[in-house]
Nanobody
Framework: QVQLVESGGGLVQAGGSLTLSCAAS????????TGWFRQAPGKEREFVAAIRWSGSTTVYADSVKGRFTISRSNTKNTVSLQMNSLKPEDTAIYYCAADRNIFGYSTPSSSRTRYEYWGQGTQVTVSS
């Protein structure tokens, strides 16, 4: 079982920056993949970015490439999402999720069905 707790959300003006953190506890392995998803009001939850605990392979949604950076700290068991040049359309609840990756895929998946564990989410609001 893995527990995920997000932090760092808030209100920011367009063009500003925020950093989200996801603290993981419980049984994790180097195969684990941690991802960020977001859900805006009235929309489906969508993939944002993901990273594998071992190695440095990252995957990003096209909508955030060049603006968001996902990184991990294995010693602290945390994954961060640095968000720059924020836009009003980035407004959403951001969720951290973990994929046990039992088959050891090297590339993180963008499919939310692959992620078994989810945090409770943190609100990000970008004002225009």
């Amino acid at each position: 079982q893995v527990q995920l707790v997000e932090s760092g959300g808030g209100l920011v003006q367009a063009g500003g920056s925020l950093t989200l953190s996801c603290a993981a506890s419980g049984r994790t392995t180097s195969n684990y993949i941690t991802g960020w998803f977001r859900q805006a009001p009235g929309k489906e939850r969508e993939f944002v970015a993901a990273i594998r605990w071992s190695g440095s392979t990252t995957v990003y949604a096209d909508s955030v490439k060049g603006r968001f950076t996902i990184s991990r700290s294995n010693t602290k068991n945390t994954v961060s999402l640095q968000m720059n040049s924020l836009k009003p359309e980035d407004t959403a609840i951001y969720y951290c999720a973990a994929d046990r990756n039992i088959f050891g895929y090297s590339t993180p998946s963008s499919s939310r069905t692959r992620y078994e564990y989810w945090g409770q989410g943190t609100q990000v609001t970008v004002s225009s």
